[in-house]
């Protein structure tokens, strides 16, 4: 059972750089990849930034140079670095996990692709 648990979100300023965390249960899949979803009011939830099991990153053109996935394999979390923060980058932050396959680039953002995934955390930009 692959068990995901996001934390670090909050109440930022415009210009913050919060980091978010994603603590995952450790699991043997050789091939996997993990990213950062989220959801803003009123809008569907979009693939932001990915990483898998090669370190090879994804992101989506909104937080193309502002934001950071990193992966600490030894301790089993995802993290997101999050710099200049606007406010629409307001919204719940879900991490999530596909594992034991490959995925192509134009993949890791879509969302049909993972089959794990936390609660989420708030990020509230203002």
């Known amino acids: 059972q692959v068990q995901l648990v996001e934390s670090g979100g909050g109440s930022v300023q415009v210009g913050g750089s919060p980091r978010l965390s994603c603590a995952h249960s450790?699991?043997?899949?050789?091939?996997?990849?993990m990213a950062w979803f989220r959801q803003s009011p009123g809008k569907e939830r979009e693939g932001i930034a990915a990483i898998d099991s090669d370190g090879r990153t994804t992101y989506a053109d909104a937080v193309m140079g502002r934001f950071t996935i990193t992966k600490d394999k030894a301790a089993n979390v995802l993290y997101l670095q999050m710099n200049n923060l606007k406010p629409e980058d307001t919204g719940m932050y879900f991490c999530?996990?596909?594992?034991?396959?490959?995925?192509?680039?134009?993949?890791?953002?879509?969302?049909?692709?993972?089959?794990?995934w936390g609660q989420g955390t708030q990020v509230t930009v203002s």
């Open positions: 999530a996990a596909g594992v034991g396959t490959v995925v192509a680039a134009h993949i890791r953002l879509q969302a049909f692709f993972y089959n794990h």
């Open positions: 450790r699991w043997s899949y050789p091939y996997y990849c």
